[in-house]
């Protein structure tokens, strides 16, 4: 293919950002320079099945990734970087190795695939993908733990508390008195494994903690609740691997209450200022702050770090790292970027080059030992 890298895209999954893989998918994919790339598409339904060559914008008709595709898989196995086909009659395809990768582009937000798991199965296959690794990755997902390493390297935040949905469902009283306790109303309830907002509810009373309880209880074991911030909602990209840069910063005027789902998705009525209209040294504090918060986790490629900016004393603080933003082309983490100077097409060169440059330096440390080598 004439020294073409070939990049498989891998999108949608068993997550409830489904649909939001996969318009990001479809915006990637139509921006990758193919006298650069072969582009290999690879959709996952939500029951987990692999499927190469599934065409992502019919799976945006349709609302999910569709049987259409030959089902594969990748295996942990770096002697056979690529994609193996599955199925009695193509064995002998996948005798002679299947489809070879050069790289992976995973545009998976949510559960198994942002969270670590598909980064771990592309570790052991010992192929370079864009974004963070494992550790930064499930980090970055895991909200309690985010905000607890946050909380280590001196990052300002929210107050938060967590509990698990045992705890819900076994103590419900005790649950309650303690967040009333701690934060009083209103106060945000979020399941802590999840992005795209969904789960997620504000609740300004009791009868409202209760079904925002319930709620985030349907979509994890593990509940964070956090302190309501009356605040200006800021985002900053960042890009890079050891030395991150980051954009300049812009910001969310919700539709409604807060950035939900429906805001974010779907009424079309949310508004993004970018850039945002901050003083200088404000500016530069969220930008210094955002490559604070991509080092904390140890995070490579791309993140998108969101803040809040108290009305009340112009105080930034974090509220969250996501290590596979929403990458449409009216999303914010690369409309950032391009008012930062860095096109959409660029944006993604940058991308798959880190990962290269990511895999070499790791392939550089040894995994393997002898006294006579120290």
């Known amino acids: 293919m004439g020294g073409k890298k070939r990049v498989a895209v891998i999108f949608g999954g068993r997550s409830g950002e489904h649909e939001v893989s996969i ?29 190469v060559g599934a065409d992502p914008r019919r799976a945006v008709e349709a609302g999910e990734v569709g049987k259409e595709g030959s089902p594969a898989a990748l295996l942990g196995d770096p002697t056979r970087q690529g994609l193996i086909p599955v199925g009695q009659e193509q064995v002998a395809l996948a005798e002679t190795g299947g489809q070879p990768v050069d790289v992976v582009f995973p545009v998976l937000h949510g559960t198994y695939g ?37 909380a280590q390297h001196g990052l ?54 209760v079904e925002a309880l319930d709620l985030a209880a349907s979509y994890d074991r593990k509940i964070i609740v956090e302190e309501s911030i009356d605040g200006r ?46 003083p200088p040294e404000t500016t530069h504090r969220v930008r210094e702050l955002a490559v604070k918060a991509f080092k904390a986790i140890d995070c490579a490629g791309l993140a998108r770090v969101d803040f809040f900016l108290t009305r009340s004393g112009g105080e930034v603080l974090v509220n969250e790292i996501n290590t596979i933003p929403g990458f449409t082309k009216i999303s914010m983490y690369p409309k ?38 120290r």
Not at 23 to 42: C, F, G, Q, T
Not at 138 to 144: H, N, Q, R, T
Request: net charge negative; hydrophobic share 40%.
């Open 114 to 150: 942002e969270d670590g798991t598909v980064q771990g199965l592309l570790e052991l296959a010992n192929i370079p993908y864009v974004g963070g690794g494992v550790l930064a990755s499930a980090l970055g997902m895991d909200k309690v733990m985010m905000k607890t390493v946050f």
């Open 233 to 278: 909602e800021i985002e900053v990209s960042v890009l890079g691997n050891d030395n991150p840069i980051a954009s300049i910063p812009g910001e969310i005027i919700p539709s409604k209450e807060f950035y939900d789902y429906e805001a974010k998705y779907l009424d079309g009525l949310s508004q993004l200022i970018i850039p945002a209209d901050l």
């Open 156 to 209: 300002p935040q929210a107050r938060f508390w967590h509990c698990l949905r045992q705890d819900w469902e076994h103590n419900g009283d005790g649950v309650i008195a303690e967040i009333e306790k701690r934060f009083g109303y209103p106060c945000f309830v979020k399941p802590a494994n999840l992005g795209s907002s969904v789960g997620i509810s504000k609740a300004h009373h009791r009868e409202e903690l």
């Open 23 to 51: 318009n990001s998918a479809v915006s990637v994919m139509s921006a990758l320079d193919r006298e650069k790339y072969e582009v290999i598409p690879v959709g996952i339904t939500k029951e987990g099945a692999w499927l």
């Open 336 to 373: 950032l970027w391009e008012a930062t100077g860095i096109g959409y097409g660029e944006l993604l060169d940058r991308l798959i080059q880190l990962a290269l440059e990511r895999h070499r330096d790791k392939n550089k440390s040894r995994t393997s030992y002898r006294p006579e080598e």
